[in-house]
């Protein structure tokens, strides 16, 4: 799995081969310019020791062009490297989010946004990182080692054979501790989603913890969170520990042992001093790139554990092949038709009815109440409406037209909404507003919020159309918001409007004047409302009345009271809850 993952990552890094090119050019200078710097320690010693001072200028002139060329390499590897680096972050973020926006809605509603968010971030950083400075430095690590170890050959190759017994035991170390490193970071990078998981849950729920008193809890539940990845970081960091000891103490060995033996043989005469400084430094480069390799290792484990999990949210089946171009809402329809729909939720391996052999006709025009207890099946009931799911059985067609025959985009353009709780987003109220209809006018925008009574609180706020709404509208108050909702509703003009308890949340004035710019935007629509108030509901067309996920009675408000079932029930109790409420 781990190697079909590496190679995915490569083929996003095909697309800079030129960027790539231009690192290993930059290494290989590099390279070229480490082994010099080996090159010119042994001809200044030689010449120190054999009183050559003539050559002393032509030495400092290379030593001043050794020093600019690793300057300049250093320069451009660091920002080629990260230029790579973003490029290849920057594709699979927005490749994330491409086929994140194209998910199935069951995906959304099985898997935390927190989860989804840490991908897009830290598992996203992570593997930016290995495609930048880990993949160069796995390359050009060896690559310098064997290069250094060619240039001992021609120093004093039995010593280069001593040396490069330091290779094979640093492979080693690195694949004993490798398995171990990968396990942990995946380890890290799933717990860090389910820790970032819950900070959002929090920090978007500052009145409820404060009211209910529930901040030591969270901090509580928060500790272990952050005290589980410190204690796999913590492990990471004994594994790493024990092979960088392990490569640590097999190169100072051999390190060791070399310098010793080159002592000898300088002494014996058969090594020059200056053959001895450049062998010096030549280990160096031969004993750090395998010291590193553990670590570089490591950081690529975690980084393939990151992509990983990228790529499950790409592979997650999707409603669209590409992303669909923006479209406009339709004008007009003749005729719903829901036939013996069915629908089960999957819970693991199970499936949970939720929808039983709902059925009903709606004709243009026309208003449609779906009332009943909490967990009756409504919201499913819309849901599948809106074609956020497929039935499992029976049909829902629009003029003839079901879900499969038209595709999803062009379904959905029969359709507005206006949920419970408003959804908008960070940005200001005229963007808000023009998600309805983003080439609507501003005398457009204009007309739409004065519909949905919004026009005059927002010429009261400081910067009118232009104010900034904050995170999902919290400098709006919930009646403000739900009316910007209706604003976008209205300008996207779809002939079929679903309200899903739109007024349920709010006080007396607000439902007020939202029910009143309801009522301004239902004229000449089409509407299925989910409605929590049965006095709102009297005059529709139809009601349906649902329990348990089936419809146990339909009819207008006044055939529904004559027949003295459940809908008489509901609303003789609501009546007198509305009487006592009143009276008191």
Avoid at 484 to 507: C, S
Wanted: proline content about 3%; hydrophobic content about 45%; some cysteine.
């Amino acid at each position: 799995m781990k190697k079909d993952v590496f190679f995915r990552l490569l083929k996003y890094m095909k697309k800079y081969k030129l960027l790539y090119a231009g690192l290993i050019a930059t290494m290989l200078a590099g390279i070229t310019l480490d082994l010099s710097v080996a090159w010119f320690l042994s001809q200044i010693t030689n010449a120190a020791v054999k009183f050559d001072v003539d050559r002393w200028p032509l030495l400092v002139a290379i030593g001043i062009a050794i020093m600019l060329g690793c300057s300049l390499i250093s320069f451009f590897d660091t920002y080629l490297k990260q230029k790579a680096s973003v490029k290849v972050r920057n594709d699979i973020r927005l490749d994330t989010m491409d086929h994140a926006l194209r998910l199935h809605q069951d995906y959304n509603d099985r898997i935390h946004t927190g989860d989804l968010l840490a991908r897009f971030t830290s598992d996203n950083q992570a593997v930016g990182e290995a495609a930048g400075n880990v993949i160069m430095g796995l390359i050009r690590n060896p690559l310098l080692a064997t290069c250094a170890f060619i240039y001992l050959l021609n120093i004093h190759w039995p010593l280069a054979l001593i040396t490069i017994c330091v290779g094979p035991a640093m492979i080693l170390t690195g694949k004993m501790f490798g398995e171990s490193m990968r396990r942990k970071g995946v380890r890290l990078q799933e717990t860090m989603g389910r820790g970032t998981s819950y900070l959002q849950d929090v920090l978007g729920s500052g009145v409820l913890y404060k009211i209910f008193g529930l901040e030591k809890k969270i901090s509580k539940q928060y500790r272990q969170f952050s005290t589980e990845i410190a204690e796999i970081e913590q492990s990471q960091g004994k594994t790493q520990g024990a092979a960088a000891a392990m490569s640590q103490g097999i190169a100072l060995v051999t390190f060791m042992t070399a310098i010793l033996l080159a002592g000898y043989f300088v002494a014996k005469g058969s090594l020059e001093v200056g053959a001895m400084l450049a062998f010096i430094q030549l280990m160096n480069y031969l004993v750090n790139p395998f010291a590193l390799l553990p670590a570089l290792w490591s950081s690529m484990q975690q980084a393939l554990a990151g992509a990983e999990r990228i790529f499950q949210v790409i592979d997650a089946p999707k409603e669209y092949a590409e992303l669909p171009a923006a479209s406009r809402a339709k004008t007009a329809f003749s005729e719903l038709v829901v036939s013996s729909v069915g629908f089960s939720y999957k819970e693991g391996a199970e499936e949970v009815p939720a929808l039983r052999h709902i059925g009903f006709r709606v004709f243009a025009g026309q208003t449609v109440a779906v009332v009943g207890g909490s967990g009756g099946g409504k919201s499913t009931l819309f849901k599948l409406l809106l074609g956020l799911y497929p039935p499992g059985s029976g049909s829902i067609r629009i003029d003839g037209k079901a879900l499969g025959d038209i595709g999803p985009r062009e379904y959905r353009d029969y359709f507005s909404l206006v949920p419970q709780e408003s959804i908008l987003f960070t940005g200001t109220i005229r963007d808000n507003i023009l998600d309805g209809n983003p080439n609507a006018s501003e005398e457009q925008i204009i007309a739409a919020a004065k519909q949905a009574n919004a026009y005059d609180f927002i010429m009261k706020l400081p910067e009118g159309f232009a104010t900034e709404i904050g995170e999902r509208g919290s400098r709006l108050s919930g009646g403000q918001k739900q009316r910007i909702a209706i604003a976008r509703a209205i300008l996207r003009d779809a002939p079929i409007l679903l309200l899903d308890e739109a007024t349920a949340a709010l006080d007396n004035e607000s439902e007020r004047l939202v029910q009143d710019a309801l009522s301004k935007l239902m004229v000449g629509k089409t509407t299925l409302v989910i409605a929590h108030r049965l006095s709102t509901v009297q005059h529709a067309d139809l009601i349906l009345v649902m329990e348990n996920g089936e419809i146990v009675e339909n009819g207008t408000h006044r055939s529904l009271l004559a027949a003295g079932g459940r809908y008489q029930e509901l609303y003789q109790a609501q009546m007198k809850n509305e009487a006592i409420a009143a009276s008191t």
